[in-house]
């Protein structure tokens, strides 16, 4: 394993990059392509307890942030792969701050996302509380375009991603798609003809049915990620594992997340199977984790990690993930993962078995990469951007 160190990122510190050693003229131009609904979120933290009807409830810390498919976008450029969204944004103030943090502070390509004149961007509230949150959204379907300019649009009660978008996306060595019972995505297909590999997500299959010939664009998939009660429920087991080795069936990897038991992997290919456990954290906001779980996971796949180094990457970056509030904006970056690794290493009694579990990370943090610990960055209004 190898990386490139640059001058500074987005952020003002060294740029890794974990390519580095595969990357060649031919290559295309973009290491990772998504596409979905990017939401402003406003999330509320540091709540004792649930909000009580007809009652106020004060929270002691509050962030804003761009979320939704904002959320894994930001991650994946985090962790220094070229990353290209194709989304929807409303021509409101909220829109043009979702699209300036996004492009100007983290550097995502959004040359194939559009600004929809009068349409106002979604919203979702987010209070955290003893570990758990709750979310209200509001929005609504983007107006259509002509057809090479038809912006992305999102997931749940708006239109699937991808229904005002053209079906040709731009080269890349990966995609992420959210699979969902039902509905094919055509740009799925033509990105896996171009050869780009697809990662595929799921969530709660609201039908009841959890059919997976209802997920057709799972064959072209190289992985699929649920978590344990999806994988269950998908393949009629009562074990995790043995829902992780019954998906291998249907798709090369299977990666089953196990929450606060970590997560168990599968690749038909190789005969592989691995299993990290979770990194115990002080959780703040579990906003994004499993975004940010996703994008660790094929940072490392597209990287041509081992198995078990993708799965325990993925699971670092998700733990470090939940100490900050938001989703886009509490995804770490390799100076958190710095900061962790040397952290770690300093702590007296510090088991060395758990150590060697994420002894790679030494070959890809680069000399002088050194923040304190732990990192907070999060702003808590949108208001303060332009001034600072």
């Known amino acids: 394993m190898s990386h490139s160190g640059t001058p500074a990122g987005a952020h003002g510190v060294p740029h890794v990059d974990p390519l580095a050693a595969l990357r060649t003229p031919g290559d295309p131009p973009w290491d990772v392509y998504l596409t979905g609904t990017v939401f402003l979120d406003i999330i509320f933290t540091g709540l004792d307890s649930a909000p009580v009807r007809g009652t106020e409830s004060w929270a002691r810390g509050m962030g804003s942030s761009p979320g939704g498919v904002a959320n894994m976008a930001t991650a994946l450029a985090r962790l220094g792969l070229r990353t290209s969204l194709a989304a929807a944004f409303g021509d409101d103030h909220y829109g043009e701050y979702c699209w300036d943090a996004l492009e100007r502070g983290e550097a995502i390509d959004l040359s194939a996302s559009r600004t929809v004149p009068g349409w106002h961007s979604p919203v979702t509230v987010s209070m955290a509380y003893e570990g758990e949150r709750t979310m209200v959204t509001h929005g609504h379907e983007p107006p259509p375009e002509e057809p090479s300019h038809r912006p992305a649009s999102s997931s749940g009660k708006l239109p699937p991603p991808g229904a005002h978008l053209s079906p040709r996306p731009p080269r890349a060595r990966g995609a992420v798609a959210s699979l969902a019972p039902g509905r094919s995505e055509r740009w799925i297909a033509h990105a896996a003809r171009q050869g780009t590999r697809i990662f595929g997500d799921v969530g709660w299959d609201d039908t009841g049915r959890w059919d997976l010939a209802a997920l057709p664009d799972l064959r072209h998939c190289e992985a699929f990620l649920p978590n344990a009660e999806e994988a269950m429920r998908y393949t009629g087991t009562d074990c995790p594992r043995a829902a992780a080795h019954a998906l291998t069936e249907h798709v090369p990897v299977a990666v089953v997340t196990l929450g606060s038991d970590g ?6 290919r190789t005969g592989e199977s691995a299993e990290v456990p979770a990194i115990a954290v002080e959780a703040l906001d579990p906003t994004g984790a499993g975004d940010v ?9 597209l990287a041509g990690w081992p198995l078990a180094d993708r799965l325990g990457f993925a ?17 770490p970056g390799w100076s958190e993962i710095a900061a962790w690794w040397r952290e770690v290493q300093s702590v007296e009694g510090q088991d060395p078995a758990a150590l060697s579990r994420y002894a790679f990370l030494a070959d890809l943090i680069p000399d002088g990469l050194v923040r304190p610990w732990p990192l907070r960055r999060a702003v808590p209004t949108i208001g ?5």
Not at 315 to 330: D, K
Not at 384 to 388: D, E, I, L, N, Y
């Open 263 to 268: 997560a168990y992997a599968v690749d038909r």
């Open 293 to 301: 779980f996703v994008a660790g996971f094929v940072t490392g796949s």
């Open 315 to 331: 699971g670092l970056t998700a733990a470090l993930s939940v100490q900050e509030f938001g989703g886009s904006l509490s995804a």
């Open 384 to 388: 303060f951007g332009r001034s600072a």
